[in-house]
């Protein structure tokens, strides 16, 4: 009997073609809510209709669980159940029937090949949307070790520098707006303002963002330029340079400095333990559910939360390559000449990604120092391999590699935090592995206060427990450093807060205050900083306490 089994092929998909940019809206979400609306923003300027998707909750969970195969992880169900919910929404809700929805949608997406079924999601999207009466709904995925070497069905979404250099202002500023609020929230006096002033410092970067394309122009440097390089394009070498020698791209960023000191009172005399956000990406970036709304939750018992920004990301695989590149520097056969070929090309890759990764180092940190600096800076990934490889090797990929080791390691030797939180969706394999990791992380370190959590779309209560149950060391830690920082002045509490309450600059957030070693939260360096400031004035101390006699 003739067998029927064929070989598996993937199915055909529908093109996006450059022809139905103005009439096709992008879709999208999977991080913070500033980097997603920072990232249409530029998207639009670049001329696509583009938007994110909300931010998705416990309902999109489940619908995702409904759709999908089962014993998928977080990231799965709540991202295609959130897209799912969108389209029911528009053909239910404002009448859009199925195919105009199919031909005027598309869903955009991170994708790669990998140990874990972050390379299987899009079959997973598919499936899913097809259970769901949506067959046919086009995912365009971009490879997240791509850069500029690839391409999506059709020539609608075009992949080059200027989308690159796009994408990686939009992130840089998402992480800085947000390490921003979060450093200052638990401190304001008005709450309710921060809001206002976060809103419109977004408004401003999405501005900047929609008007960056139509400024670049170019120069008298990217034409020579283009004659000595002639296969690259005027505009793509023109947009290099206005980074590199120019700063117009920070003047959003110097605005929102400013939004920020006018609008915003600050007071640091009120300890709070910094709580360091690791994980799963997913997980420790989402800002709903997903997570259990942590960040939230953390703030409301007290806690300042220190997030991991995503360059940190980037930084990684830019580094995670030019170990792979050095490891396969002298594998090549076929001869002395081919070896010699090799060997070139080996290092001309090294030499492209080492530039690469300073150029954004200083970018990053250029951008920081528009926004006042205040915020921390990106760590260095050769101290944090240096740290994590001894218990995690730094060729093991998939997940985050040896980051949230390293990450757990770093955060505590540099004294930046009182407790480190790991965030990751059930089933993360990867994750998984850094935990069974980090046991000898806490058998080398056992003062690190750390701790896993596992989420998934219920569980909520248990989490908050654990997580209540470390932070109260950390609070308990948090208040003895500051008591000691309040003694080390030499003057009661009271009479510093006097003297802030007459001196406007010390409640400025952008205000830099000098770190002191071994120091780690902003109340306890702040008073530190104010005993020497009133030392300065000869303000005198108090008498030294004694001691009743026994």
């Not at 700063?247 to 939004?259: Q, V």
């Not at 530190?528 to 026994?550: Q, Y």
Request: charged share 25%.
């Amino acid at each position: 009997m003739k067998s029927t089994t064929g070989h598996y092929k993937r199915p055909v998909e529908k093109p996006f073609n450059r022809s139905e940019r103005e009439r096709v809206t992008l879709l999208f979400n999977g991080a913070t809510t500033a980097h997603d609306r920072l990232m249409a923003a530029g998207l639009q300027g670049l001329g696509y209709r583009a938007r994110p998707l909300r931010v998705p909750e416990k309902a999109d969970f489940r619908t995702g669980r409904e759709y999908g195969n089962n014993g998928q992880c977080n990231p799965t169900y709540f991202t295609v159940g959130n897209l799912i919910n969108e389209l029911t929404r528009l053909r239910d809700e404002e009448g859009i029937p199925t195919e105009d929805i199919l031909s005027g949608h598309a869903f955009v997406t991170l994708g790669t090949c990998g140990p874990c079924r972050f390379g299987m999601y899009e079959a997973e999207y598919r499936l899913a949307l097809c259970n769901a009466g949506f067959d046919g709904f086009r995912i365009l995925v971009l490879d997240q070790t791509g850069a500029c070497e690839q391409d999506t069905a059709g020539n609608g979404l075009e992949v080059n520098l200027q989308f690159i250099t796009m994408l990686l202002e939009a992130v840089f500023t998402g992480d800085l707006l947000n390490a921003l609020f979060f450093q200052i929230r638990p401190y304001a006096t008005d709450p309710e303002a921060v809001a206002k002033t976060r809103e419109r410092c977004l408004s401003v970067c999405e501005t900047a963002l929609r008007e960056a394309a139509s400024q670049v122009r170019p120069g008298l440097a990217a034409l020579g330029l283009r004659v000595l390089l002639p296969i690259s394009r005027t505009g793509d070498i023109q947009r290099v340079l206005d980074r590199v020698l120019g700063d117009r791209h920070l003047a959003a960023l110097r605005r929102c400095r400013a939004i920020v000191a006018s609008d915003l009172d600050l007071d640091y005399t009120r300890p709070k333990p910094v709580v360091k956000i690791t994980g799963e990406f997913w997980a420790q970036t989402t800002e709903g559910a997903g997570n259990f709304h942590m960040f939230d939750f953390l703030e409301q018992q007290g806690a300042e939360v220190l997030v991991e920004p995503l360059a940190t990301w980037v930084d990684y695989l830019l580094h995670y390559r030019r170990v792979a590149l050095d490891d396969r520097a002298g594998l090549a056969g076929g001869g002395r000449l081919a070896s010699l070929r090799h060997r070139l090309h080996s290092a001309r890759d090294r030499a492209v990604l080492t530039m690469g990764a300073r150029l954004l180092a200083r970018e990053y940190r250029r951008m920081r120092e528009a926004l006042g600096g205040t915020v921390h800076p990106l760590a260095d990934q050769r101290e944090m391999q240096r740290m994590g490889h001894p218990f995690y090797n730094i060729r093991a990929g998939g997940g985050e590699g040896y980051l949230e080791v390293a990450k757990n390691i770093y955060y505590y030797n540099r004294r930046l935090a009182h407790m480190t939180l790991s965030l990751k969706p059930f089933g993360c394999m990867p994750s998984t592995q850094s935990d069974g990791a980090q046991v000898a992380v806490m058998s080398r370190y056992p003062e690190l206060n750390y701790l896993a959590v596992e989420t998934s779309g219920d569980g909520d209560t248990h989490a908050y427990s654990r997580v209540q149950m470390a932070l109260g060391e950390a609070k308990a830690q948090c208040r003895r450093e500051f008591e000691q920082a309040v003694a080390r002045t030499g003057r009661p509490l009271e009479a510093m807060r006097a003297y802030v309450a007459v001196h406007p600059a010390l409640r400025d957030p952008t205000l830099r205050v000098h770190r002191h070693t071994g120091v780690i939260s902003q109340a306890a360096n702040f008073v530190l900083h104010v005993g020497t400031l009133m030392d300065r004035e000869g303000i005198p101390r108090r008498e030294p306490m004694r001691t009743a006699p026994t």
